[in-house]
């Protein structure tokens, strides 16, 4: 599978974002996706992972209660909802797919990424 992101740009703390991520190819539904970022000079961290239905996400706790993962299998396409964006967040976003159920919130948990897309938060 290949993997598309988009969505990123320049905003101001307290603004939202959406990001999203296209998958090309076929069976988008048996792959677990996840989002993950690094930031200059940092590790890759992770950000959010979300199950085949999208009936089970997780969340890195930098970030619960303000971005939200969701998936349209119809489309291929996962989301990464970003709300009340700090300049922490500044860093490039990409999502990774995982062929089975749950690819948790490891990078080895992974099997296909995206180039990634860069969210840059000013204060």
């Known amino acids: 599978v290949q993997l598309q992101a988009s969505g990123g740009g320049l905003v101001q703390a307290g603004d939202s974002l959406r990001l999203s991520c296209a998958a090309s190819?076929?069976?988008?539904?048996?792959?677990?996706m996840g989002w993950f970022r690094q930031a200059p000079g940092k590790e890759r961290e992770f950000v959010a992972a979300?199950?085949?239905?999208?009936?089970?996400?997780l969340y890195a706790d930098s970030v619960k209660g303000r971005f939200t993962i969701s998936r349209d299998n119809a489309k291929n396409t996962v989301y990464l909802r970003m709300n009340s964006l700090k300049p922490e967040d500044t860093a490039l976003y990409s999502c990774?797919?995982?062929?089975?159920?749950?690819?948790?919130?490891?990078?080895?948990?992974?099997?296909?990424w995206g180039q990634g897309t860069l969210v840059t938060v000013s204060s």
């Open positions: 979300i199950n085949l239905s999208g009936s089970s996400t």
């Open positions: 190819g076929r069976q988008f539904s048996s792959y677990a």
């Open positions: 990774a797919a995982h062929w089975g159920t749950w690819g948790d919130n490891s990078p080895r948990g992974y099997d296909y």
